[in-house]
C-alpha cells in the first residue's frame, strides 16, 4: 500500500470517526438536553465537512503520483 492510499484511507476513516461522533452527541442531546453536545455535534459536522473537502484536494492534487 502506496503512502498517498494510506492517507486517503486514513482521511476516509476520520471522515466515518467524525459522523458517528457527531450522530452519537445528537442522540445524547435527545436524551439529556445539555448544549455541550450540540456544540459537539456541530464540531464533528464541521470536520466532517472539513475532512471530506482536504481528501479530494488532497486526491486531486496527487493523481498523477
Same mark, same amino acid.
Given at each position: 500500500m502506496?503512502?498517498?492510499?494510506?492517507?486517503?484511507l486514513?482521511?476516509? @476513516?476520520?471522515?466515518? $470517526?467524525?459522523?458517528?461522533v457527531?450522530?452519537?452527541?445528537?442522540g445524547?442531546y435527545?436524551v !439529556?438536553?445539555?448544549?455541550g453536545?450540540i456544540?459537539?455535534?456541530v464540531?464533528?459536522?464541521?470536520? @466532517?465537512?472539513a $475532512?471530506?473537502?482536504y481528501g479530494?484536494?488532497?486526491?486531486?492534487k496527487?493523481? !498523477?503520483?
Amino acid at each position: 500500500m502506496s503512502l498517498r492510499a494510506f492517507h486517503l484511507l486514513f482521511i476516509a @476513516c476520520s471522515v466515518m $470517526l467524525a459522523a458517528f461522533v457527531a450522530a452519537w452527541a445528537i442522540g445524547q442531546y435527545r436524551v !439529556d438536553h445539555q448544549p455541550g453536545y450540540i456544540a459537539a455535534s456541530v464540531v464533528s459536522m464541521t470536520a @466532517c465537512g472539513a $475532512l471530506a473537502v482536504y481528501g479530494t484536494a488532497f486526491r486531486r492534487k496527487t493523481r !498523477d503520483l
